[in-house]
């Protein structure tokens, strides 16, 4: 199994930066790719981003341009910066893990709440 630990939410003003962690533990060798999603209050969850092992990154075109997923100093670590942020950010953000291992398909963090307000 593997275990996703979110850090890094909190309250921020429109137009600024913050930025939000997700650590993995457990069987963490066969990980491919590590992302987010978010869930608005009252509205579905929603993909965010991804890495995958080698780099490669994708992003909603909500956040394109605003957001950086990277990897962060210890394998089993992503970082989302998120950057200019808007009311439309505030959000649940899920940390999810995709592993090889067919036993452990994908995983999810407990979340972490941003909240974008003057």
């Known amino acids: 199994q593997v275990q996703l630990v979110e850090s890094g939410g909190g309250r921020v003003q429109p137009g600024g930066s913050l930025a ?6 457990g069987n963490i060798d066969d990980i491919y790719a590590m992302g987010w999603y978010r869930q608005p ?6 993909w965010v981003a991804f890495i995958d092992l080698v780099g490669n990154t994708d992003y909603a ?3 394109k341009g605003r957001f950086t997923i990277s ?11 998120m950057d200019s942020l808007q009311s439309a950010d505030t959000a649940v953000y899920y940390c999810y893990a995709d ?10 963090g407990h979340g972490t709440q941003v909240t974008v307000s003057s």
């Open 41 to 46: 209050p009252g509205k579905q969850r929603d």
């Open 61 to 63: 075109d909500s956040v």
């Open 20 to 25: 939000i962690s997700c650590t993995a533990s």
């Open 99 to 108: 592993s090889l291992d067919s036993n452990v398909g994908e995983s999810w």
């Open 71 to 81: 990897r962060g100093n210890a394998k089993n670590t992503v970082v989302l910066r």
